[in-house]
């Protein structure tokens, strides 16, 4: 239905009645159309880094596992005020400390071992839309996390002992 044949639907003495209301709610329908169909902007040649707190939540991530891994925190003098200092940086949007890093460390790396991370991810993908995964889900659905650890946790006793040598 079009702007006119809008226009024409509140025709006649009450149409002229409504006044800006009607004339108001005929403007609604008239922009509530779909538009004309065009074709998706076309990606950009080189895509935008993330956002300033994705860029931090992923630069923070892995500084974690590194932390953890290095047991850092029982060797390095004054560790803890350290690393306020380092996330107080990274956070701050006037240093953008966590972009910084990100541009110049995480995104060369990823790009350089993509070839050897898709695969790992892709069956990662696969594996998480398996029917077991599926099946676990409606467990935990249906009768909540207790049930479907127990689940697991019996499949886990029963695998063990289907391949300890005899």
Known sequence: ???DSLRRVGGGRAGREEGAQGAQARE???????APSRPPPAAPAHPSPPPQWLTFWIVSALFTSVESALLLTKWVPL???LKLLALVWL??????GATLVYERAIAPALKKHASKLDPVFAGADRAL???QVAQVAALVEKYGPAAAQKVIDEASHRAADLVKPQ
Request: aromatic share 4%; net charge positive.
């Open 1 to 3: 239905m079009g702007c």
């Open 79 to 81: 560790y803890h005020e």
């Open 91 to 96: 956070v701050a949007p006037q240093t953008k």
């Open 129 to 131: 839309k398996s029917k």
């Open 28 to 34: 609604t329908l008239a922009r509530s159309r779909p």
